[in-house]
């Protein structure tokens, strides 16, 4: 009885609950009718809008197909699209919105939503906050006679991965990963600080020291397929210097048409086989001066001289196996032609570089002596039209751990450009060289070949 | 001990380099004109118009140069250390040599983001932007849009303001008088657009083939109709097959005018006009690409000048 009892109290609350705010109900409905009549103003300017947008839209498609029977376009006419960079005068305002003239009385709604997506360069959505990522392929093909140092008859020798972009305001960073035949190797990975004070460019990382030119060049941005001799024999092969460290670049005071910069980079010590840090202390230096000349604006001249020092492997087995030191000096020469009306057809590079050794090691009485090996190459290379280039290069240079014997050779070297962003290089090789095995001088004669092909977006190389 | 006295030496060789690298101070630019460079001729002469003598500017690619093959010059670097703005086209259109003189210059000032950098394509109408997938099959697209959109007096203007704004934000003392030189400028271009546009009236809906895809927004501006191109594909060298077709096409739709950029050979474009029985024409895109075209008027005075008499002798 009780539960029915309750049941029946709530049922009658309930209406009576209903019922409550009845004292109000006109008032509550008059402002409905009020919302309502708002509502329905709304729709109907919105509706106005929409029209008057349309109309607006049209307009826009007619000023801009081009083409005869068009009365004279006034200049700007879209120009109201984008707004703060034109002021247009109240005239043309009052005659570019003519078309939509039919509802002047609601000021029309500038369009510029819809029409900022045909503006502003900038917006490449595609690539977000993602580094410029490039892949270039570097294919080697070698046939012949070369008992020295023989290549592979087909290989794919490099894939070099890069990825470039800009870190914050103050910093920029570039990778470029080489996966090779025998595995991966960070070729170059460093941060660049971009916004020091005094002009100072700081460089930290694993990167390509600044000893002389060919040292600083990729493998696939080199105008030829081999190295050069002199950088095989004294500089460390194919990696070169190419060691961990800081780097501290400025420009430096020069005469007037002169550009001069001074570079000072300190490695860990370990680069192939120039440098071994056989302990923490055994730091490399590099330093690198460099002298260009605009001489018209065609032709340059580009100077440097570069100093390298750091310990070797040759006292590995010694009881100080640190007071072992290779002392690099280089110089190089650049003579650079283009001319810029001609530029994508004609070219010519001619290129000098010399350098001198001096390493530590163990003389076969087991005492300290140090060998002073000179090496060096010249080249030139001439582009005959937009597709084809053509070089040679002649190559000298002693041994690094034996200075009384000297290599030479030189290449022949014919490249052709599909586009800009492939390659197609053929090199006939010569070399006199010296075979360890046999003890005497060997004619290698060799035809090597290249395919080299960019992906994606690779960052433009120091010039 | 050997230890200590290589550490010594190794101490006495960095320290030197320290030295040579520190002693000497950055020479400070004076606060007198705004050092404006720009990365084309184009927007140098836009910054002139609008800077006066508030203003020194120079330019890193000469107006008869193409601009998408510029060398990265490390006497730029000179200029480009001092600049208090640095003006670019944009669109990936110089991203071949600017982007390492930007790093090598060491100018906090002009690097990309910095109030200094200023990309002019931002204030500009793009054409040909790419949709849907974009591959290098169509040679070398450029993803972001047409870089070469300053042939259109609309976008000469746009930028002109763009840079009016720039320069008084930067030097607000001088805001009046860049404002005004805007505004003698504005009235100077919409009086010669008239003129240009009434030059180019008669021959509204002309049907062109230019060599590099370099004249879309003159061609909307002034009402021609490019119907091909002599390089197959942007950045590709002309190849037979396609010179071929595109004589056909040419002989076919009636197009007798073949437009070359300066710093194009004109062996392909002269051989396709004999076949054709059209004419080469060599328009400037540049200010500068000519001795007498010294500002953004005299370019497009000179380009309509040139089509105007080449559509009169070509029928």
Known sequence: MKRLFLLAVLAASVPLYAQQPAPDSANASSQADSRIRVLEEQVRTLTEQVTLLRAEMQSLHQTKAPGPGQPDRLLLASSRIEPGSLAPSPKDAAAASAPSASAASVEPPPPQVAQTQTYGGATSNAKLLNPDISLIGDFVGAAGHNNVTPGRSLEMHESEVGMQAIIDPYARADAFLSFGEEGVNVEEAYITFTSLPAGLLLKVGKMRAEFGKVNTIHNHALQYIDRPLATNNLVGGEDGIDDAGISLTRFLPAPKNWFAEGTAQVFRGDSDDVFTANRRQDLSVVGHLRAYRDLNESTNIDLGLSYARGHNNSGALTSDPSAFLTNLYGADATLRWKPLRRAIYNSFLFRTELFWSARDQLSALNALQTQHAFGMYTHAEYRLNRRWTVGGRFDRSGRADNATLTDTGFSGILTYWPSEFSQIRGQYRYGHLFETATSRYDNANEFLFQFLFVMGAHGAHPF | ?315
Not at chain 2, 28 to 42: E, F, I, P, R, W
């Open chain 2, 1 to 315: 001990m050997s230890v200590t006295k290589s550490s010594a030496r190794f101490v006495s060789v960095l320290t030197a380099f320290a030295l040579l690298l520190c002693v000497c101070v950055s020479p400070t630019n004076a606060a007198g004109k705004l050092q404006v460079m720009t990365a084309t001729t184009d927007l140098a002469a836009l910054a002139q118009q609008i800077g006066g003598d508030k203003v020194d500017v120079e330019s890193i690619a000469k107006g008869y140069q193409d601009p998408h093959f510029v060398e990265a010059k490390p006497s730029f670097l000179l200029k480009l250390r001092r600049a208090d703005l640095l003006i670019v086209v944009g669109l990936e259109l110089e991203i071949g040599w600017l982007p390492p003189l930007i790093t090598q210059s060491t100018n906090p000032k002009i690097q990309v983001g910095a109030p200094g950098y200023f990309d002019a394509s931002r204030f500009a109408k793009i054409l040909e932007i790419p949709t849907g997938a974009v591959t290098r099959a169509e040679g070398d697209v450029h993803p972001q849009g047409n870089p070469h959109y300053w042939l259109d007096p609309e976008n000469g203007l746009r930028i002109a303001k763009a840079i009016a704004d720039k320069f008084s934000e930067m030097r607000p003392a001088d805001a009046s008088y860049f404002a005004q030189r805007y505004s003698e400028f504005e009235q100077k271009l919409k009086q010669s657009d008239q003129q240009w546009q009434a030059q180019m009236k008669p021959y509204a809906g002309r049907k062109i083939v230019t060599y590099h895809r370099s004249w879309p927004n003159f061609a909307e501006h002034f009402g021609l109709n490019v119907v091909g191109y002599v390089e197959p594909r942007p950045g590709i060298p002309p190849s037979p097959q396609h010179t071929v077709e595109l004589i056909g096409q040419m002989k076919r739709d009636n197009v007798k005018v073949i437009v070359v950029e300066p710093y194009f050979d004109l062996k392909t474009p002269n051989s396709i006009a004999r076949e054709t029985g059209g004419t080469v024409v060599v328009l400037m895109p540049s200010v500068g690409g000519e001795k007498e075209i010294t500002d953004y008027f005299k370019l497009f005075d000179y380009d309509i000048a040139k089509l105007k008499q080449t559509f009169d002798t070509t029928k």
